[in-house]
């Protein structure tokens, strides 16, 4: 399961209606990489693909690919406002690891492969 915080969800809204596309989704994602083994992946979408999880959370569709779905249960996405501006935090307790930057993690089991210059 993942959570949105409230505030997330609206600033999410708020950022896909500033868009041109129709029937845009939030898709999050993990792939291969990142100085800690895998990196986060999260934009807009309208492509659906077979595997594909969508989800719903107060009127925003949240779209999670099948294989990075185990990696992400339970997943909190927030944001968080700051006096340099404001910025999505995630919390995962999937993973062991994390680089400084917060963009990259790695579990118990597995490691990724990782790639330091990403970060």
């Known amino acids: 399961m993942i959570t949105i915080s409230e505030t997330a969800n609206e600033k999410i809204k708020a950022m896909l209606a500033e868009e041109e596309t129709p029937d845009l989704f939030l898709r999050i994602g993990v ?8 990196s986060y992946g999260m ?18 569709k949240v779209v999670v690919d099948g294989d990075s779905m185990k990696y992400l249960n339970g997943l909190e996405i927030d944001f968080k406002e ?4 404001g910025g999505f935090t995630i919390q995962n307790p999937n993973a062991v690891a994390t680089c400084g930057c917060g963009q990259s ?5 597995e490691a990724g ?7």
């Open 43 to 60: 934009g807009f979408d309208d492509e659906k693909h077979s595997g594909d999880e969508e989800l719903m959370f107060d009127g925003l």
């Open 82 to 85: 700051s006096a340099m501006g």
């Open 105 to 109: 993690f790695r579990t118990a089991t």
């Open 31 to 38: 792939k291969e990489g990142g100085c800690s083994g895998f």
């Open 113 to 119: 492969k990782p790639n330091p210059e990403q970060c």
